[in-house]
């Protein structure tokens, strides 16, 4: 490992994520947080954790990161390159059942306090759902990023009513808000589509019927469906019913369109973002360009836009396309991370900074053990491969053969769905 923090001349960070959301929140992520505690700045590796929804070329480029393609790893083969790595920080950007696992994976790495990498994880988002479960998973790393004040509150909250330490819950802010400020002169309405929600076709039609509708309503706008993935790629949420199937029915007026890429680059030319609960939505806000949260198919919790309760964003598209612009609230702007005071990551770098420092640190303490979750833990460890059962004697072979011939079945499990079905259904629409 690297010496003391004072004679470093680079930073050296390796960030694992898991989506193409993911991987542009780490690696944002880590350039904020390393961005002055060397004189050399940071040198960052990136690395893809296997699995269902691992991003494709295209995905990774699109997402805006500036970095090299990250190398594709699974867990137990990452924990490999960082037993012998020169890594200073680890930045898991990862869903919260393969944040756990990891933490684990590299407590025993580090059984004993050692000089080992600072260990950071975070949400890449709104926080609407699962929020005991998934900060409970990623309990254990040194720093837990919270993206506003209001997360930071119910963060610090749930650890401290299940009696864990608390310590590690530090605030930042979503490393992609920026952007160019709105000006008040496009003309565009951009709506944000979302994986996973709503779920129901029903719902999903209804909405594209509204926005296609808004655009017949409007000629003079342009009107834009904003994509995250093509059918057949997979995103952090996974997507049943693609729009652009759905929408193929609907024969959409000339000034409407379909987008994919940079989101930023989209909001450069918004004059109006509408979501159900997208991320985006505090993207768009943080620029002060104008944000319709819906309520057509009500505030409710699995739709996520409950979180907007109180921002002056929720509105419906009858409202809409009577020509209502809705204005956001600052003090829930603030309170929420959207609008900040000074530089958000200040406060990170200061903890890091100290922890780096530090000649040796306590090992990775996850508040899931053997004996907090002995019905829960094992099954996640068991999914990554990385449970503590010990092999049989003589099963070495087995065993390796095995490992080889599941990854192999993933390998052409994953490129059938997102490269060989994607061409069929193609071949299929001619």
């Known amino acids: 490992m690297p010496a003391e923090t004072s004679s470093r001349k680079t930073l050296r960070v390796a960030v694992l994520a ?57 867990g137990t083969e990452f924990l490999g390159l960082v037993r012998g790595g020169p890594y200073d920080v680890i930045v898991l950007a990862l869903v919260g059942g393969s944040v756990q696992a990891l933490l684990h994976g590299l407590a025993r790495l580090w059984p004993q306090p050692a000089r080992r990498p600072v260990l950071v994880t975070g949400y890449v988002g709104v926080v609407y759902e699962k929020l005991a479960d998934g900060l409970l998973l990623r309990h254990g790393a040194d720093l837990v990023l919270a993206n506003s004040p209001y997360d930071e509150e119910r963060f610090r909250a749930v650890y401290e009513g299940v009696g864990a ?32 929600v709503p779920e129901r076709r029903a719902d999903r039609t209804y909405l594209l019927r509204r926005l296609v509708g808004h655009a017949r309503l409007h000629p003079d706008r342009e009107v834009v469906l904003k994509l995250r993935s093509k059918p057949g790629e997979h995103t952090t949420h996974i997507e049943e019913l693609p729009y652009q199937r759905l929408v193929r029915d609907l024969a959409p007026p000339p000034n409407f369109r379909l987008a994919y890429g940079h989101m930023g680059e989209v909001l450069d030319r918004t004059g109006l973002l509408v979501t159900v609960s997208s991320t985006a939505a505090l993207e768009s806000l943080h620029r002060g360009i104008p944000t319709a949260v819906l ?81 829960y833990l094992p099954g996640i460890l068991a999914r990554h491969r990385l449970d503590e059962a ?15 011939v599941r990854e192999a079945a993933r390998g052409a499990y994953r490129h059938g769905v997102q490269r060989v079905a994607p061409v069929i259904r193609r071949m299929g629409e001619l």
């Open 165 to 196: 330490d608390a310590s590690c819950v530090t605030r930042a802010a979503l490393p992609f808000l920026g952007g160019t400020p709105y000006g008040g002169v496009a003309d565009t309405v951009v709506f944000a589509a979302q994986p996973s």
């Open 295 to 375: 309520t057509d198919l009500g505030v409710r919790e699995p739709l996520g836009n409950h979180h907007f309760l109180g921002s002056g964003c929720l509105t419906s598209w009858d409202r809409l396309d009577a020509g209502h612009r809705p204005a956001a609230d600052e003090q829930w702007l603030v309170r929420h991370g959207v609008l900040t005071e000074g530089d958000p990551y200040d406060t990170v770098r200061t903890k890091l900074a100290a922890l780096l420092a530090q000649p040796r640190l306590a090992p990775p303490a996850p508040y899931y053990t053997a004996g907090t979750a002995t019905g």
């Open 18 to 74: 898991d989506s193409d959301t993911r991987w542009k929140w780490g690696a944002l992520t880590a350039r904020r947080i390393a961005g002055d505690l060397s004189g050399s700045g940071a040198a960052i590796t990136g690395f893809l954790l296997r699995g269902r929804a691992t991003p494709t070329a295209r995905q990774l480029g699109e997402v805006g990161a500036g970095l090299p393609v990250p190398r594709e790893v699974t």
């Open 390 to 404: 010990p092999p049989e004697r003589g099963s070495g072979v087995r065993q390796a053969v095995r490992h080889a």
